[in-house]
């Protein structure tokens, strides 16, 4: 059974950071794609940062400069740096490992940038 573990929300101030984690168990080989979304109240759920198997990054427009994507192959981990948060940045972030047939998902962890 495939589980996405996340950790690493919470609260912070403005300008401050975090880093998200996500380990992926159940698993036989690296997901050829891994990333972090998010989903505001009442906003659809938007792709953040994703990241190949060969170490392929992309970014939403927002949050480029500030959120740097980075994954283990060897441990199925993914992680996510945020930097410079803003308060348009809150929301629950997720997990995500794309597999050939399905897509897997994390239960999701609260950010809240707010001073």
């Known amino acids: 059974q495939v589980q996405l573990v996340e950790s690493g929300g919470g609260l912070v101030q403005p300008g401050g950071s975090l880093r998200l984690s996500c380990a992926a168990s159940g698993i036989t080989f690296s997901p050829p794609f891994m990333g972090w979304y998010r989903q505001a109240p009442g906003k659809l759920r938007e792709l953040v940062a994703g990241i190949t198997s060969g170490g392929s990054t992309n970014y939403r427009d927002s949050v480029k400069g500030r959120f740097t994507i980075s994954r283990d192959n060897a441990k199925n981990t993914v992680s996510l740096q945020m930097n410079s948060l803003k308060p348009e940045d809150t929301a629950v972030y997720y997990c995500?490992?794309?597999?050939?047939?399905?897509?897997?998902w994390g239960q999701g962890t609260q950010v809240t940038v707010s001073s």
């Open positions: 995500n490992a794309r597999m050939p047939i399905k897509d897997y």
